[in-house]
């Protein structure tokens, strides 16, 4: 069957029917992921603090982005592998831009790319319009963008006016310029509903939110605090497992087997000496 195309995408989105969006860092889960039936696999940098142990997603560095995007590549059947590029892999020049971004398509088998992009940010801009003409699919990320956290002083909502680094017409501009660049979706991170709405109504390409409200035409979280496995629960997410408490258990459960002598068992030993009298 093969994984998911951007026009199946768009597809769906003629069609009103939501698109679905999580994150995976590794084979495990995104098996899992894919198996369950989500449209897309962001292999974000959120692995900084859901996966590679940092505090935040700055210090993700390439060669780990890739070897991440790869994991999941190897395990994914249907879903659309988005590889997101880490900080500063793009942006110093087009031409280091395109060469990273093709390294995802070719080295790590992603479908696309994904890209932060500042208010009215015309760097990324015109390399979103330079990947899209060599044929690399970008999907656009406004709103909080994590990679400018220490430009703006944290991780705060954004389109509220003159407590945001973005106002709503800012972030209306930057997404229809990204589309006319050609990303065939834009991801809306930590805006006022209404920024959202708004943004949702300005273009023509499928808009993916998390903590963007209801009225764009998909959602994305991240997969670690779905299934319970994040240190911190944030307003904009749901948990829909408690991997942390189910984890646990279980290595307390192995620890204390192996403790009594009650693991390994005989059904798990090969050619079991007979027990002595
Ligand atoms: O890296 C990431 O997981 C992301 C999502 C939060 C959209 O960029």
Known sequence: MGRTSIPELNE?????????????YDAPIARQVDSGGVDMILVGDSAGDNHLGYDDTLPVTLEEALSNTAAVDRAVEEAMVIGDMPFLSYGTSLEQSVENAGRF????G???VKLETAPYGETTIEIVSRLTELGVPVVGH????????KQIGGG??????DGSSATVEAL????????AAGAFSIILEAVTEETGRRVTDAVDVPTIGIGAGRYVDGQVLVVTDVL??????YRLSKQYADLNS????????YVDEVRSGAFPAAEHVFDPVEEQE
């Open 156 to 161: 705060y909502v954004q389109g509220r006016g």
């Open 142 to 149: 406004i709103g909080l963008t994590p990679q400018r956290m």
């Open 228 to 233: 319970g496995l994040s240190e911190e629960s």
């Open 246 to 253: 189910v984890v646990h258990a279980s290595v307390q459960s």
């Open 172 to 179: 209306v501009e930057t997404a229809e310029s990204l589309e």
């Open 110 to 112: 992603a479908d696309a």
């Open 105 to 108: 398509m070719k080295e790590a």
């Open 12 to 24: 769906k989105y003629e069609r009103g029917t939501p698109l679905t969006m999580l994150t995976a």
